[in-house]
């Protein structure tokens, strides 16, 4: 059979692996206002994240003169401590209400209540740290107990605090997050999985969300960091939609024999459950990172089977090995060629042969603008203008020489980095896809919660059960 058949036929015993997430608020019912639902957290929850929020937002601004006593690691360990210890209980406490009404979603409403709290306070403790700055220099103004040096340098340090929002807010949720993935302990999975089923645990990368840590979810620099340079413009080298709309149709066009015999990581005689692949939408498998290595990671096969060779294996493991390669080998030259086609290896080459150096460029260039320079002649002069605008304006000066000779350098690299570099492209795309789904459910189920402290609303919506 060819690479690709048409025909939409029914898989058994399959080698991909399918990713969802059961995740849902739809029956409970709504609040005071018939609309949202109304969750009251413990107060001392509420208190230890403030503390915690004030610690990690002193941390990561530049803002020195708030960098305080509290700050010490001792106190960190006890405050961190003291959040992780109210979350388990208030996530306890949602999963034994969810016994009592024999509903999984009232667990979920707790976890999502607990992630929208820790959002909104994150967003006043910054509100809050920026005012306390503004009244320590109008302070320094109105006694003039500092000189006019001193006082430049605290009002620098607060528009630095201000311009680099974004990049404080991501390091501070990204280490609560990291607390709150703590308080999520394996006595809390237990006791779920025994209450509900194991079906009915979400999986650790729901929470762990980076795109649930930042204010802007497209950043560049953000993207570059976490998944792949992306972008949505018309003139933009890797366009979401493009690579998203090229793996849908892949996998909705994968054979059952390439899927099942030939990508198989299952050894020969093995029994798996029956799977009805096609009961299921290409999302299913596109949001399983996996499936990239089931399908196209000859690399790590080809090692495996000639060490299976110098072992001298039995024949039928060796053999299995060199099919499942050969296979891996076919799928990835064809879904390389569609790449190709659509003219984005270069942009993938580039954009991690760029991750060695981009800092030297960016800013004053934003990363998707100096991929661009590399990969495409046509967008250097705009480039080049770009920078000669800027110039006056950026602390440090930037010459587009030296990124002449890389653009060159980067084509140079052999044929096996060029196929490791797109196998790593499209598991970090994968892992952008599934998180952005994620973030999607969670941003949605949030939006419905209204995390109350209102004493009035608290007792109406008891009343009203």
């Not at 995740?23 to 949202?36: A, K, Q, T």
């Not at 360990?77 to 996530?91: G, L």
């Not at 497209?218 to 998944?227: A, C, H, S, V």
Request: with cysteine; proline share 4%; glycine share 2%.
């Amino acid at each position: 059979m060819s690479i690709f058949s048409r025909e939409k036929t029914q898989f058994h015993n399959p080698s991909l692996k399918p990713y969802s997430v059961n995740f849902s608020l739809d029956r409970i019912g709504p609040g005071v206002d018939n609309i949202h639902y109304d969750v009251y957290l413990s107060p001392k929850l509420r208190q230890a994240s403030r503390h915690m929020l004030k610690l990690l937002m002193n941390k990561h601004s530049p803002a020195k003169e708030l960098k305080g006593q509290d700050t010490k690691s001792v106190v960190w360990v006890k405050v961190r401590d003291e959040f992780i210890h109210f979350c388990k209980e208030v996530m306890l406490a949602g999963i034994h209400k969810a016994k009592q009404n024999q509903d999984i979603q009232i667990n979920f409403l707790a976890q999502a209540a607990i992630v929208k709290m820790l959002l909104d306070i994150t967003q006043k403790q910054f509100e809050e740290m920026t005012g306390r700055y503004k009244n320590i220099i109008r302070k320094h103004e109105i006694s003039q107990s500092r000189d006019s040096h001193s006082i430049v340098r605290l009002k620098e340090e607060l528009l630095g605090t201000l311009k680099d929002k974004d990049i404080i807010i991501r390091k501070v949720t990204n280490d609560f997050f990291t607390c709150l993935s703590e308080a999520q302990s394996e006595d809390l999975k237990k006791i779920r999985a025994a209450n509900f089923g194991r079906e009915s645990l979400l999986p650790r990368d729901f929470f762990t969300n980076p795109i649930v840590h930042v204010n802007n979810s497209i950043d560049d620099f953000f993207m570059i960091e976490k998944y792949v340079l992306l972008g949505n413009r018309l003139d933009d080298p890797l366009k979401y939609n493009t690579i998203l709309a090229l793996l849908t149709n892949f996998f909705t066009k994968l054979s059952p024999e390439e899927a099942n015999h030939g990508a198989s990581s299952t050894p020969p005689n093995s029994t798996e459950t029956e799977t009805h692949f096609a009961d299921m939408s290409p999302d299913k498998w596109i949001n399983q990172v996996e499936n990239i290595d089931i399908l196209f990671q000859y690399f790590q096969t080809e090692k495996k089977y000639r060490l299976s060779k110098n072992r001298k294996a039995p024949p039928a493991d060796t053999l299995h090995l060199k099919n499942r390669m050969q296979t891996q080998k076919a799928l990835f030259k064809s879904f390389y060629k569609t790449l190709k086609t659509n003219k984005l290896i270069k942009g993938i080459v580039a954009s991690y042969e760029m991750q060695a150096y981009y800092h030297e460029y960016c800013p004053p260039l934003l990363p998707i603008e100096l991929l661009k320079y590399l990969i495409s002649p046509k967008s250097r002069k705009s480039v080049t203008t770009r920078l000669k605008r800027v110039k006056g304006f950026s602390q440090k000066p930037v010459s587009l020489k030296p990124l002449l000779k890389r653009s060159k350098n980067q084509w140079r690299i052999n044929k096996s980095q060029k196929n490791m570099y797109v196998i790593r492209f499209l598991r970090n795309f994968l892992r952008y896809h599934r998180d952005l789904q994620n973030y999607k459910k969670l941003k949605e189920a949030m939006s419905w919660i209204n995390v109350t402290e209102d004493k009035k609303t608290i007792n109406l919506s008891r009343v009203n059960h």
